[in-house]
């Protein structure tokens, strides 16, 4: 049982909650520094709390969706193997669990930063709406996942109490957008022409409109952050941080050909751990960031 609840709450996309911790990397010589090491395991302390709360908040949300999605997974070749959509896990038991897990989000938040709550509880509103309705209205249901992820990465700023660049958060926006429509490209294209019944808004959708408007989010995506790291006036003077902008390019074209020719993006989790390249171009960025900030914020 216990296994099977885990299996449930889908720990490879637990990675999604990771965004939390953008704001500590971006307010290193601000918030915190090396010579001051205190302050940073005070503030990484309030990150991990709240990393913490959006594993418990989004555990419950994939709970209450595979209980909605229950008759749909079963025509789904992996899906169909869902505890819940099996029948491994009833019904009444995952609704329990989604409201216990959800309890718990806002009890931590609560209990260690009662400031985030409210954040915590938009995001819980928020993709319970989107499981009722919105995941089923084309474009609304992109829309609705982009702003997922800009409340992690907005929870996070808040819980350590540093302010973000509004081009961040526009980065986020945009990313998440087209990582959102990369994986209804995927979703299309393991269909094959079958009819869609895993998934209501993928009739308005079609690869070529997808593959295009994913291209117009890629290049805003990386625009957004060049504006970002050339203009921002809390960022090194020197405009060292342009160092960073190549890897964010490479990071982003691996993606885009991993999706378009590679025909991967219904799992955005697993692309990102699973290849090592676009994993390495990652870390690679976020030692760079932290690097330049450190040394000459």
Not at 17 to 31: I, Y
Not at 211 to 222: A, D, E, N, P, W
Request: net charge positive.
């Amino acid at each position: 049982m216990t296994l099977n609840v885990l299996k449930s709450t889908r720990p490879r996309q637990w990675s999604k909650n990771l965004m939390v911790f953008l704001p500590l990397v971006f307010s290193a010589n601000e918030s915190w520094s090396a010579d001051d090491i205190q302050s940073f395991w005070g503030l990484l302390f309030k990150s991990c709390v709240i990393f913490i709360a959006f594993v418990f908040a989004s555990s419950a949300v994939y709970l209450f969706n595979d209980v909605l999605d229950k008759g749909k997974d079963t025509y789904h070749a992996e899906k169909k193997l869902r505890p819940i959509a099996s029948g491994l896990i009833s019904v009444k038991a995952a609704l329990s669990l989604s409201l216990l897990f959800a309890a718990i989000s806002v009890l931590v938040c609560t209990f260690f930063m009662n400031i985030t709550v409210v954040y915590i509880c938009s995001y819980l509103i928020l993709m319970v709406i989107y499981s009722l309705s919105l995941r089923s209205i084309f474009i609304l249901d992109v829309f609705a996942i982009s702003a997922g992820f800009v409340i992690r990465v907005l929870v996070g700023a808040v819980a350590i109490d540093v302010p973000i660049s509004i081009w961040l958060y526009i980065c986020m926006a945009l990313g998440s957008m087209y990582i959102a429509l990369s994986k209804r490209y995927a979703e299309i294209g393991t269909l094959k022409g079958k009819k869609p019944l895993t998934r209501d808004s993928l009739p308005g959708y079609n690869t070529e409109i997808l593959s295009r408007v994913s291209y117009i989010f890629l290049v805003g995506t990386i625009g957004a952050y060049s504006f970002y790291a050339i203009t921002a006036n809390n960022l090194p003077s020197n405009n060292i941080m342009i160092a960073t902008i190549p890897f964010v390019v490479i990071g982003m074209l691996r993606y885009q050909f991993l999706v378009i020719k590679k025909g991967f993006g219904e799992k955005p989790e697993e692309i990102v751990t699973s290849d090592y390249f676009l994993a390495a171009s990652i870390v690679v960025w976020l030692v760079l960031v932290l690097g330049v900030l450190l040394l000459y914020r």
